[in-house]
Nanobody, 126 residues
C-alpha cells in the first residue's frame, strides 16, 4: 500500500521559516521523482518544486514564485523528501501536498504524479 505522510506545517508570521517533511512507503522511492504542490482556498493545486533521483541531471525544478526562498531535498535512505521554506509570505498560505511519480524525470504537471499525501496546512499571518 502506497503511503505519503506529510508533517511540519504550522502557523507562522511573515518572514519566518518552516521545513516540511514527507515520508513515503509502498513504491520504489529512490527511482521516483518527488514533488511538492500546494493549494490555497478557492485556487487550483499548483506546482511548487520537484526533485529527481540522484542519477538524473538537473534534478530540481522550482516554481517561479519560489524566488530562491524554498529548497527541496531528499533522503533516499529514509524514503523522505523535504521542503525548506524561508522568508514565508502571506501568499504562501496553503495546504502543501507531497507527491510521488512513477517517472524519474522531474515534471511540474500534476498529471505526472501518481501518489499523493493528505496534505499539511501552512498558515502565514501577522
Amino acid at each position: 500500500q502506497v503511503r505519503l505522510i506529510e508533517s511540519g506545517g504550522g502557523s507562522v508570521q511573515p518572514g519566518s521559516s518552516l521545513r516540511l517533511s514527507c515520508v513515503a512507503s509502498g513504491f520504489s522511492f529512490e527511482d521516483s521523482a518527488m514533488g511538492w504542490f500546494r493549494q490555497a482556498p478557492g485556487k487550483e493545486r499548483e506546482f511548487v518544486a520537484v526533485i529527481a533521483p540522484i542519477w538524473i541531471r538537473d534534478r530540481t525544478t522550482y516554481a517561479d514564485f519560489v524566488k530562491g526562498r524554498f529548497t527541496i531535498s531528499r533522503d533516499d535512505h529514509n524514503n523522505a523528501v523535504y521542503l525548506q521554506m524561508n522568508n514565508l509570505e502571506p501568499e504562501d498560505m496553503a495546504v502543501y501536498y507531497c507527491a510521488g511519480s512513477r517517472l524519474s524525470v522531474p515534471r511540474s504537471s500534476r498529471d505526472n504524479y501518481h501518489y499523493w499525501g493528505q496534505g499539511t496546512q501552512v498558515t502565514v499571518s501577522s
